[in-house]
């Protein structure tokens, strides 16, 4: 007979992979003792304490229309020596934030969860974005802890980190006052497909009509509260990037200008007031032509 009691969420993690449970994916140190990791696939991850008072991550990614679930197994963590679990709704590196503060929906202190000792992650733990961090210290040899990495849909996808370095994507702000933003971890060329940012409909011979103003440069300077960034910097927080261009208006056939961006990280990031439906679609590519981009950050000319 089957049980009657509904799957906790932690059974029900358990019971989808199941299949996967003789494949468990240890994380260890490298060869130089280092323990950073980065995963984009789901699946059951464990990780068992040599001893070590290093600080170790597990940066996780999905697609960027998925959030990112955190369930936790197994959880041995002592409090004692500085042993601590901190799971991170979005990434964390060098002290920058990806989504940073001012682009994501939560307060800055309630995007962190810290467990050690009784005080396990009994709840599977969500992201707000497609990416999240596992950051722990875990000095006690043989404690350790195992989860399962599920990643589920996000019917409104804000703020994304893209895997590859070319492609297509539409940043929305779904009529609300938010600021979503794309990152990408490249020196990348950008195309404007489509814009309406900061536009209306205007009522035309008894018909409401979208009016095309053309790609307006500089939109922020001129007081608009709805404008498109296109940034770069290296860190992850794109609000300490530097800005390459911004512009608004409507535009369903742009000009094919690019705006090249000589970074190690680069950004499109949407400013919505809330006052119009936003939305823009760009094409991006890994930068190849370092001729005159229109931004560049010294730090990546800077020779080892």
């Known amino acids: 007979m089957k049980d009657p009691r509904p799957l906790t969420t932690a059974q029900s993690q358990k019971k989808r992979f199941s ?7 240890p994380l260890e140190h490298d060869e130089t003792g280092k323990c950073i990791y980065v995963k984009s696939e789901e699946g059951v991850y464990m990780f068992t304490s040599p001893g070590s008072t290093q600080v170790c991550g597990l940066y ?26 901190s799971v ?7 002290g920058q934030f990806f989504p940073g503060t001012e682009d994501h929906p939560k307060p800055a202190e309630n995007r962190f ?38 990643f589920q849909p996000n019917p409104k996808p804000c ?7 070319s492609g297509v994507y539409t940043l929305r702000n779904y009529g609300q006052r938010v600021n979503c933003t794309m990152s990408i971890i490249f ?8 814009s309406s940012v900061g536009t209306q409909s205007m009522p035309i011979t008894g018909r409401t009509m979208d009016v095309e103003t053309g790609i307006v440069k500089k939109c922020k300077k001129l007081g ?9 910097g290296d860190g992850l927080d794109p609000s300490m990037m530097t800005v390459a261009e911004d512009f608004c208006g409507m535009d369903s056939v742009p000009g094919r ?6 970074c190690g990280n680069s950004a499109v990031r949407l400013v919505s007031s809330g006052k119009f439906e936003n939305s823009v679609t760009v094409s991006f590519d890994l930068l190849m032509d370092w001729g005159s981009p229109n931004l560049v950050c010294p730090t990546l000319l800077e020779t080892p």
């Open 187 to 194: 020196p990348e060329t950008f195309q404007i497909l489509a």
């Open 257 to 262: 200008s690019s705006v090249d961006v000589a």
């Open 88 to 94: 991170v709704d979005g990434w964390e590196l060098n």
């Open 60 to 85: 996780v990614i999905a697609d960027p229309q998925h959030t990112v679930h955190f369930t936790f197994h197994e959880f041995r963590i002592s409090c004692e020596k500085g042993g601590l679990l």
């Open 19 to 25: 299949s996967k449970s003789e494949a468990v994916i």
């Open 224 to 232: 608009s509260e709805d404008y498109v960034e296109v940034r770069g």
């Open 159 to 165: 703020n994304a980190v893209l895997q590859q370095p």
């Open 113 to 150: 969860a810290e467990f050690c000792g009784e005080n396990r992650p009994w709840k599977t733990q969500i992201t707000s974005q497609n990416v999240g961090l596992l950051e722990f210290r875990i000095p006690v040899k043989g404690d350790g802890f195992t989860v399962a990495i599920e």
